[in-house]
């Protein structure tokens, strides 16, 4: 089955970074927008970023409150989704959560019903 599972969420002070992974198994990337969710408190679940390919070529699509601080990326040789996430402020704090979801090119949808692969989730938490 297909199987996505979280890591590297921690407590940092703002400014401060971090690197998210999601590990993925039974997923070919090619055949789905992979995307970075977040749900804060409270608050509905939020798209941070997503990826999707076409042929070797890729597309990276950005929420805009995270825009130039954060970064998607993917190794196809691990399997593995990344998030970059620099300048971190409190307002990042959330549990941060990998998803497979329908493939559409050249812009993954931010909608999360469309999304039905999730992981467990990975909290991150900014201090000031």
């Known amino acids: 089955g297909v199987r996505l599972v979280e890591s590297g969420g921690g407590s940092v002070p703002v400014g401060g970074e971090l690197r998210l992974s999601c590990v993925a198994s039974?997923?070919?990337?090619?055949?789905?927008?992979m995307s970075w969710f977040r749900q804060a408190p409270g608050k509905e679940r939020e798209r941070v970023a997503s990826i999707v390919s076409l042929r070797g070529d890729y597309r990276t699509t950005y929420g805009a409150s995270v825009e130039g601080r954060f970064t998607m990326s993917q190794d196809h040789a691990k399997n593995t989704l990344y998030l970059q996430m620099n300048s971190l402020r409190p307002e990042d704090t959330a549990i941060y959560y990998c998803?497979?979801?329908?493939?559409?090119?050249?812009?993954?949808?931010?909608?999360?019903?469309?999304?039905?692969?999730w992981g467990q989730g990975t909290q991150v938490t900014v201090s000031s």
């Open positions: 998803a497979a979801g329908r493939y559409w090119w050249p812009d993954c949808p931010s909608d999360s019903a469309l999304y039905n692969t």
């Open positions: 039974g997923v070919t990337f090619s055949r789905y927008c």
